[in-house]
């Protein structure tokens, strides 16, 4: 059973870098095919998908964040991360971390999710 758990600070101060860190546990960021994607909900509003980094190091952004969006991983640790650049009270979302077997299919495993408010 793969396990996702976002961590990261739940207070940003606008036009700093927002953070976040998924620990997978029970499967491997680097099994063949595999993608680890990070998604958001701001309040009252439907799910954003933010980016995506593949099992080989690809990754690939939403072309709306995509000046403001890097996603990271280190492999020793079985985790990938999220930084978002320069954010705005918009940015202010639950985060959640999820895991679909290839680029493109349905995301099998998520993450509780995480509130960040980016304060004004």
């Known amino acids: ?3 996702l758990q ?3 600070p739940g207070l940003v101060k606008a036009s700093q870098t927002l953070s976040l860190t998924c620990t997978v546990s029970g499967g491997s960021i680097t099994t063949s095919f595999s993608a680890w994607t990070w998604i958001r909900q701001p309040p009252g ?5 933010m980016g995506v980094i593949a099992y080989d190091g690809s990754a690939f952004y939403s072309p709306s964040l995509k000046s403001r969006t890097s996603i990271s991983r280190d492999t020793s640790k079985n985790q990938f991360s999220l930084q978002l650049s ?3 009270p918009e940015d202010t979302a639950v985060y959640y971390c999820a895991r679909s077997a290839r680029l493109g299919s349905l995301y099998d495993y998520w993450g509780q999710g995480t509130q960040v408010t980016v304060s004004s």
């Open 45 to 49: 509003k439907g799910l954003e998908w």
């Open 6 to 8: 976002e961590s990261g």
């Open 86 to 88: 320069s954010v705005t």
């Open 1 to 3: 059973q793969v396990q």
